[in-house]
Nanobody, 126 residues
């Protein structure tokens, strides 16, 4: 079972950038498809982006496409979310997640994942 710890959240002005990191424990990180989800106050958790085991395939929610980039470094057991051109509506707790079942980034678009971090708060001020 993988354990996930997010970092990099904080307060940023609209138009700014942040880079989230998610460190995973264990020696089988490369066996997991990874993703980022977010939950804004009063709203349901939603998919943000996912990446396949090797990093060759990625998939994004329409709301972040062209602004956010997901990547991973399997040698360092870490997945990243680079967030540019941030908007107030990006304010949320961001969760890192992983799953062993399917090696497809798009598969998780309308599905959750099995393993979750505790989240990191991103606040975008207008």
């Amino acid at each position: 079972q993988v354990q996930l710890v997010e970092s990099g959240g904080g307060l940023v002005q609209a138009g700014g950038s942040l880079r989230l990191s998610c460190a995973a424990s264990g020696r089988t990180f490369s066996s997991y498809a990874m993703g980022w989800f977010r939950q804004a106050p009063g709203k349901e958790r939603e998919f943000v982006a996912a990446i396949s085991r090797s990093g060759a395939n990625t998939y994004y929610a329409d709301s972040v496409k062209g602004r956010f980039t997901i990547s991973r470094d399997n040698a360092k057991n870490t997945v990243f979310l680079q967030m540019n051109s941030l908007k107030p509506e990006d304010t949320a707790v961001y969760y890192c997640a992983g799953d062993l079942k399917v090696d497809s980034a798009s598969y998780y678009y309308r599905r959750g994942m099995d393993y979750w971090g505790k989240g990191t708060l991103v606040t975008v001020s207008s």
